[in-house]
């Protein structure tokens, strides 16, 4: 059977995968429990389509708005279901152990959303109301949230609006290795904790490969894509499991330790699922991941779709979305964006003729 995630009250604080001893965020991580019985989802209406732009091509307004948004999530107070810190301690209840399986009948497996087919679609949700959470901070139902587009050589960096600024910024964390977000340093894309000391345009022809490896050729079916079945009664799949999708295992794992902060003992922020969420940059790295998928979908390749086990499309979670509500949504409901009213700003795929 599916995965369920439980009623918000039965999570615990988190302490897998992570020092709980020198951490530099909390390890309490549980939603407010303003509610506890779940709405179903239901689809947005909105008449326009929020198109995500690529972060190092966005205009000076955008970015404004985009820092706006963030600044107004901030201000928020921490117990709001609405704040950065509870929109961060959400990644922190589902990946580091906050949760049992228990609503699916398995109360002493933990329930995680990482290394299996879960990954996806997790996140898509994730990012889903946490992007109309900001539009309507600012009071903008045309709000998308960037992404960080690693894929192309102009975007290998660090977007340059992380970084201004320093401290005043919304969109600055002071958790991050300095050696690779401040000096517009290319991204390694199969970054794993040491610096490969390859040129620029070595590092990009190597990410390209990766690139096309992780959406080609490691890619041709939907697990090797997705990553491995997980179904209620499964026990998590540890890290570097050869079941883990392409992408997962691939780029999105390396942009994390390519930016969490190498002197912290978890690698904070980014470096650890536990903090992740703590970075403004997690959100539009994961906005990528999230539309790596669409392209995959995209590249007309057959065997190119999503998991058609009932076990996939069944498996649900639960979010607060933008009027406070705690709604439950499942995997089959986010197969097809349109319907979840966003897309992305167009950009090359370089790496499609980069076959290594
Ligand atoms: Cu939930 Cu990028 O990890």
Request: glycine share 12%.
């Given at each position: 059977s599916p995965i369920t995630t439980p009623d918000i009250s039965t999570c615990v604080p988190s302490k897998e995968?992570?020092?709980?001893?020198?951490?530099?965020?909390?390890?309490?991580c549980c939603p407010p429990a303003m509610s506890t019985t779940p709405k179903d989802f239901v689809f947005p209406k909105d008449t326009t389509i929020r198109v995500r732009p690529a972060a190092h091509r966005a205009s000076a307004e955008y970015v404004a708005k985009y820092k706006a948004a963030i600044q107004a999530m901030r201000d928020l107070?921490?117990?709001?279901?609405?704040?950065f810190v509870q929109q961060a301690k959400i990644h922190c209840a589902y990946c580091n152990?906050?949760?049992?399986?228990i609503a699916s009948g398995f109360p002493d497996k933990t329930l995680q959303?990482?290394?299996?087919?879960?990954f996806f679609p997790f996140h898509r949700w994730y990012l889903y109301f946490y992007e109309r959470i900001l539009g309507k901070l600012i009071d903008d139902p045309t709000f998308a949230l960037p992404y960080?587009?690693?894929?192309?050589p102009s975007g290998m960096?660090?977007?340059a609006f992380f970084e201004e600024d320093g401290k005043k910024?919304?969109?600055?964390?002071?958790?991050?290795?300095v050696n690779h977000v401040s000096a517009a340093a290319i991204v390694d894309?199969?970054?794993?904790?040491?610096?490969?000391?390859?040129?620029c345009l070595q590092q990009i022809s190597t990410n390209l490969g990766a690139m096309y490896k992780q959406m080609v050729s490691n890619a041709a079916d939907p697990l090797s894509f997705f990553g491995g079945e997980f179904r209620a009664g499964d026990d998590p799949y540890g890290?570097?499991?050869?079941?883990?999708g392409s992408i997962e295992a691939g780029c999105h794992t390396a942009v994390h330790r390519w930016v969490g902060?190498?002197?912290m003992l978890n690698n904070e922020d980014m470096g650890n699922f536990y903090s992740?969420?703590?970075?403004?940059?997690f959100y539009v790295h994961h906005a990528n991941v999230d539309r790596m998928w669409k392209v995959w979908k995209d590249l007309?390749?057959?065997?190119?779709s999503e998991p058609t086990d009932p076990d996939w499309l069944n498996a649900s979670y639960v979010f607060y979305d933008e009027n406070e509500e705690l709604v439950r949504v499942y995997n089959k409901d986010c197969v097809q964006i349109e319907n979840l009213k966003y897309d992305f700003e167009v950009s090359p795929l370089p790496w499609f003729s980069s076959r290594p």
């Open positions: 995968g992570f020092n709980t001893n020198d951490s530099a965020r909390s390890n309490e107070p921490d117990e709001h279901p609405h704040s152990g906050g949760y049992s399986q959303i990482h290394n299996s087919w879960l960080w587009n690693w894929d192309v960096g660090v977007p910024n919304p969109a600055f964390d002071a958790f991050r290795n894309l199969d970054y794993n904790g040491s610096d490969s000391g390859a040129t890290n570097g499991d050869p079941s883990i902060n190498p002197r992740a969420g703590y970075d403004p940059l007309g390749i057959p065997g190119h």
